[in-house]
């Protein structure tokens, strides 16, 4: 009978451990992930100057618009007759806004957008923050023929004439494209949080500052390589189409003012210094140059697309000035892409501005946040200057 009882003790505790030590089920790996999450967040931060909400779930609105204008510039000298001429050429796209929605836990989440404005071609971001790093993404893709054309004329060194300022549409579109990664490491992250500013998951509490290291890549195209536009290429020297890959980094400081609870006003300025800037020219050889000293004449003939050479064996025919030659000039025009030229420039300077404002209330909150970055690269005697920012209003609620 003891024999009995004890068989049916130990079957009934091999039965509960069994129990015990059952396989988890996808809810309760969920309910571990949760619990990691809440676990880290919490234990990253000094709870007197951040505070960790404990609803964890966030549901935000956004309303974003998104700006890329693009300076070019050019200088080209004519020796034989003791000028030289400035033009930029200025490319103000429309602004990309847009509405979306965005769900997610803590500090990871996905969002959702729908464009609002025509033309103003394609954007795509995505960030993502912690206690000490950040990562933001975005690409912009668009192409734009309205652009305004700055223009001074110098003779033997003195200012001739005016200067031109004029709106006008290129003949065939610009293309240009950015791709913009950034990340940065917060040194004082236990008392100074981005996200507070700028995503709202973790609210702070008091006043605080830290140094912030921050890396960049970017890089981007600038394409206006169509027969149409061949006055412009050859004003530029020959140059159509050109590509940009930098690498920056840099160490900024960002300071969190907190007047009284729940509003916070983020400021962080960063100058970043550009470690490898390559920049590939793309040429477009063609059967037309700078104008020189002697006016164009009748007897190059016409072009042979075959030799590519004109009927009196020169390779090249001056650019005319007249007006009434120049559509002459897009009858005869042949242009074909040479080997391009790669190019690493030396250390360039940028900037990185960014301001976020943030008001929490019961369960709700709303922000403001706006980021600025401006691009250089130059070849030769051309240069383009990009200035990329961007402005998001959000409306959230903590579940």
């Given at each position: 009978?003891?024999?009995?009882?004890?068989?049916?003790?130990?079957?009934?505790?091999?039965?509960?451990?069994?129990?015990?030590?059952?396989?988890?089920?996808?809810?309760d790996r969920i309910h571990q992930v949760q619990q990691f999450l809440d676990d880290r967040a919490k234990k990253k931060v000094d709870p007197d100057y951040i505070?960790?909400?404990?609803?964890?779930?966030?549901?935000?609105?956004?309303?974003?618009?998104?700006?890329?204008?693009?300076?070019?510039?050019?200088?080209?000298?004519?020796?034989?007759?003791?000028?030289?001429?400035?033009?930029?050429?200025?490319?103000?796209?429309?602004?990309?806004?847009?509405?979306?929605?965005?769900?997610?836990?803590?500090?990871?989440?996905?969002?959702?957008?729908?464009?609002?404005?025509?033309?103003?071609?394609?954007?795509?971001?995505?960030?993502?923050?912690?206690?000490?790093?950040?990562?933001?993404?975005?690409?912009?893709?668009?192409?734009?023929?309205?652009?305004?054309?700055?223009?001074?004329?110098?003779?033997?060194?003195?200012?001739?004439?005016?200067?031109?300022?004029?709106?006008?549409?290129?003949?065939?579109?610009?293309?240009?494209?950015?791709?913009?990664?950034?990340?940065?490491?917060?040194?004082?992250?236990?008392?100074?949080?981005?996200?507070?500013?700028?995503?709202?998951?973790?609210?702070?509490?008091?006043?605080?500052?830290?140094?912030?290291?921050?890396?960049?890549?970017?890089?981007?195209?600038?394409?206006?390589?169509?027969?149409?536009?061949?006055?412009?290429?050859?004003?530029?020297?020959?140059?159509?189409?050109?590509?940009?890959?930098?690498?920056?980094?840099?160490?900024?400081?960002?300071?969190?003012w907190v007047p009284f609870r729940g509003f916070v006003v983020n400021a962080l300025a960063?100058?970043?210094?550009?470690?490898?800037?390559?920049?590939?020219?793309?040429?477009?050889?063609?059967?037309?140059?700078?104008?020189?000293?002697?006016?164009?004449?009748?007897?190059?003939?016409?072009?042979?697309?075959?030799?590519?050479?004109?009927?009196?064996?020169?390779?090249?025919?001056?650019?005319?000035?007249?007006?009434?030659?120049?559509?002459?000039?897009?009858?005869?025009?042949?242009?074909?892409?040479?080997?391009?030229?790669?190019?690493?420039?030396?250390?360039?300077?940028?900037?990185?501005?960014?301001?976020?404002?943030?008001?929490?209330?019961?369960?709700?909150?709303?922000?403001?946040?706006?980021?600025?970055?401006?691009?250089?690269?130059?070849?030769?005697?051309?240069?383009?200057?990009?200035?990329?920012?961007?402005?998001?209003?959000?409306?959230?609620?903590?579940?």
């Open positions: 009978m003891v024999g009995r009882m004890i068989i049916c003790c130990l079957l009934f505790s091999l039965g509960a451990a069994a129990q015990e030590q059952k396989t988890p089920t996808f809810l505070e960790v909400p404990d609803k964890p779930w966030r549901a935000v609105l956004r309303y974003k618009e998104n700006m890329v204008d693009v300076d070019y510039d050019n200088s080209i000298e004519i020796p034989e007759w003791g000028e030289s001429t400035d033009w930029q050429m200025c490319i103000e796209p429309p602004v990309s806004a847009s509405v979306g929605f965005w769900v997610g836990y803590r500090g990871t989440g996905l969002s959702i957008s729908k464009s609002l404005a025509k033309n103003a071609g394609r954007y795509y971001s995505f960030s993502s923050t912690g206690a000490k790093y950040g990562i933001n993404f975005r690409l912009r893709r668009f192409n734009t023929s309205d652009v305004t054309l700055h223009q001074t004329v110098y003779k033997n060194g003195e200012v001739e004439g005016a200067p031109l300022d004029t709106a006008f549409n290129m003949p065939a579109p610009v293309w240009i494209r950015s791709v913009y990664i950034n990340g940065y490491y917060v040194f004082n992250g236990r008392r100074y949080s981005q996200a507070a500013a700028y995503n709202q998951s973790v609210i702070q509490r008091r006043s605080a500052g830290s140094l912030v290291l921050g890396a960049t890549w970017y890089q981007s195209s600038f394409d206006y390589s169509d027969y149409e536009n061949i006055i412009f290429m050859v004003y530029s020297h020959n140059i159509g189409k050109i590509k940009v890959h930098q690498a920056n980094i840099g160490v900024g400081y960002g300071y969190n960063m100058p970043t210094l550009s470690v490898y800037n390559r920049v590939k020219a793309y040429t477009f050889d063609c059967n037309y140059s700078l104008p020189v000293l002697d006016e164009t004449d009748d007897d190059y003939g016409n072009w042979n697309k075959e030799t590519k050479r004109w009927e009196n064996g020169a390779t090249h025919k001056p650019m005319p000035y007249s007006e009434e030659e120049k559509n002459y000039v897009l009858d005869q025009f042949d242009f074909w892409e040479t080997e391009p030229e790669t190019t690493y420039s030396a250390l360039r300077l940028n900037l990185d501005l960014r301001l976020g404002i943030a008001y929490n209330w019961k369960d709700y909150f709303i922000g403001f946040q706006a980021q600025y970055n401006n691009f250089i690269y130059k070849k030769d005697q051309s240069k383009v200057n990009i200035y990329d920012a961007y402005a998001r209003f959000s409306l959230g609620v903590r579940l």
